[in-house]
């Protein structure tokens, strides 16, 4: 039965890392707030799946951070955990399934190459690729590597987008450099507590209608919300699922519809040994650090262990190739991961002492991949126009993020940055 909530200043819709540090700095300015969750936990694309006797966990979701990466820094250690290393050998190789190196792919300096090209603004990445990089096997690594590292095919991203998100990824040291030394979701629990009984689970929004004070949020269990302002932390195409009034509609339907999600399946395969960490190359042992699969296009494994810890390789499976095996049973998944290890690393890699999963793909209130991407035949300023507010309404999300976007640092960051523009430009006591 539908009832009416005592007005708030704020309505916070998610609460994934966006929504929880919005909250946060609502609540270290003084200002009232609801946080509404659509589901029965808080964290988004932040999930740690921990044993019953609580003495190990792997990281489903998000997982690594460095030292450029402040604010998530800063919460592992006010939430009581500190930073440990990730195993990162010395001169570690990226090979691919025929064991030659695939080097470091400067995305970057590839992205500086399409600047000028006339036809970048009417082509996806994909079709820009084709025709600025002369060499196949060259041509399929990025393809693959951007499928993995941004969780969309190449066939789907606006080139011009994708260029301006990479400019906004300030890192200093390598992004793997650290893992939390305890699991996320003491993160999540430390902001949880910070909100107390103005976080709401199983509150999933279905509309948000103007009024003469301000917005009525409307949730799909019949309950109303009242507020001068609205934060909406969810991804771009999550959000686009919210019915607005008119007006609203009109300002940020466009922006909304030109993103596309991301997908990602995340599998975390634990040994006893660590066996894979050097390889023979060309008669020569190197260590290694990851394989990027060249022929399975948004495929990639990686050294996931630290220094003191499991030992673990995790395969990340993005982009369309994600798609296609979330359709499949998770057999299947684990038979094509397994057998595309083995390819690489031989036998030894079915003598796993477990294996977790997580699929990122769909999901109608997290999405999909690390994020979202403005598409070929978007809007070029969709991201302008959903993180500054309009009529006190405004959206934060790691795709929108002044700095880090794709990573947990964006999620924190926009949340923050939302506030901030609530409070400076448009936020009425």
Excluded at 29 to 43: D, F, I, Q, V
Excluded at 96 to 124: C, P, Q, W
Excluded at 159 to 176: F, H, Q, S, Y
Excluded at 383 to 412: C, D, I, Y
Aim: proline letters at 3%.
């Amino acid at each position: 039965m539908s009832h009416e909530q005592q007005q708030v200043n704020t309505i916070i819709i998610g609460a994934g890392l966006a929504g929880l540090s919005a909250a946060k700095a609502l609540k270290e300015n003084g200002k009232s707030y609801k946080l509404l969750e659509a589901t029965n936990r808080a964290g988004g694309k932040v999930q740690s799946k921990v044993s019953v006797d609580g003495s190990d966990y792997v990281e489903l979701g998000a997982q690594f951070i460095n030292e450029d990466m402040i604010e998530m820094v800063r919460l592992i250690k006010d939430s009581g955990m500190t930073l440990d290393h990730t195993y990162l050998a010395d001169d570690a190789v990226i090979i691919n399934e025929t064991k030659d190196e695939v080097g470091y792919i400067n995305f970057a300096h590839h992205a500086e190459m399409l600047k000028d090209r006339s036809f970048i603004e009417n082509h996806s990445l994909s079709e820009v690729v084709d025709q600025v990089i002369e060499d196949d096997i060259e041509v399929k690594a990025i393809k693959s590597f951007v499928a993995a590292e941004f969780t969309v095919s190449s066939d789907y991203i606006n080139p011009k987008a994708l260029k301006r998100l990479i400019g906004n990824i300030t890192l200093e040291e390598d992004e793997v450099k650290y893992q939390a030394s305890g699991p996320l979701s003491q993160v999540i629990d430390y902001l949880v507590n910070i909100s107390g009984t103005n976080l709401l689970y199983e509150e999933p929004v279905e509309e948000i209608q103007k009024t003469e004070d301000g917005y009525i949020v409307k949730s799909k269990t019949g309950n109303e919300f009242t507020a001068k302002a609205v934060v909406i932390a969810v991804p771009p195409t999550v959000a686009r699922r919210i019915q607005f009034s008119q007006n609203l509609k009109e300002r940020f339907y466009p922006a909304l519809n030109s993103f596309i999600d991301g997908a990602v399946i995340k599998l975390i395969f634990t040994y006893e040994e660590p066996f894979w960490r050097q390889i023979m190359i060309d008669g020569e042992k190197k260590n290694l650090f990851g394989v990027l699969f060249g022929e399975e296009e948004g495929v990639n494994v990686m050294e996931s262990s630290k220094k003191e810890g499991a030992n673990r390789l995790t395969m990340f499976i993005g982009g369309d190739k994600a798609i296609e095996l979330a359709r499949v049973t998770a057999e299947e998944r684990n038979s094509f991961a397994v057998n595309r290890l083995a390819q690489v690393l031989g036998d030894r890699i079915v003598d796993y002492q477990s294996v977790e999963e997580k699929v990122w793909v769909d999901s109608p209130y997290y999405g999909g991949g690390y994020g979202g991407l403005t598409h070929f035949g978007g809007n070029f300023e969709a991201k302008r126009a959903l993180k500054e507010p309009f009529m006190n309404v405004v959206f934060a999300s790691t795709e929108l993020a002044p700095a880090f976007p794709q990573f947990m640092e964006g999620a924190v960051r926009s949340g923050k940055y939302a506030v901030e523009q609530l409070l400076t430009q448009s936020y009425k006591k």
